[in-house]
């Protein structure tokens, strides 16, 4: 069976440029051990990324040695439920594709909160960068 978005349709793949998911594929999908919790594809602020800094998850600074490029305000990436959680909480979560976002994540964040910062893409992702 194929995964599913949090809106119940086939999930649809968050970003290719940089190339995102746990298997960077492009989507956020759930690996088979259950390990990884990349399921919200997020599209990134400044705010947001300040705030993983702070909280000791750079996003910001390429890691080759894990296929990363480094993320800057407009990017789309699967990140992990419980960080996206915490920055919600900390009032600096980035903004959701909804169809993009694994159904798995509504184990741990709730489908309101998702859909309050739920977003289409800009077309000038720059914007993001306030």
Do not use: K
């Not at 305000?73 to 979560?93: H, I």
């Not at 964040?109 to 914007?127: C, F, K, M």
Request: charged share 20%.
């Amino acid at each position: 069976m194929s995964e599913r978005n949090v809106l119940g349709g086939p999930l649809d793949p968050c970003g290719e440029d940089p190339i995102t998911g746990f298997f960077r594929d492009g989507c956020c999908r759930v690996d088979p051990d259950g390990f990884s919790t990349h399921l919200i594809c997020a599209v990134v602020t400044a705010e947001f990324l300040e705030h993983q800094q702070q909280i000791g998850n750079d996003l910001s600074t390429p890691r080759p040695e894990f296929d990363f490029p480094g993320l800057v305000p407009g990017d789309r990436w699967c990140v992990t439920a419980p960080n996206w959680l915490r920055a919600y909480e900390d009032g600096a979560a980035s903004f959701v594709v909804l169809a993009s976002t694994n159904q798995r994540a509504l184990e741990i964040v709730s489908i309101d909160a998702l859909t309050e910062h739920a977003v289409d893409v800009p077309s000038d992702p720059g914007s993001l960068s306030g």
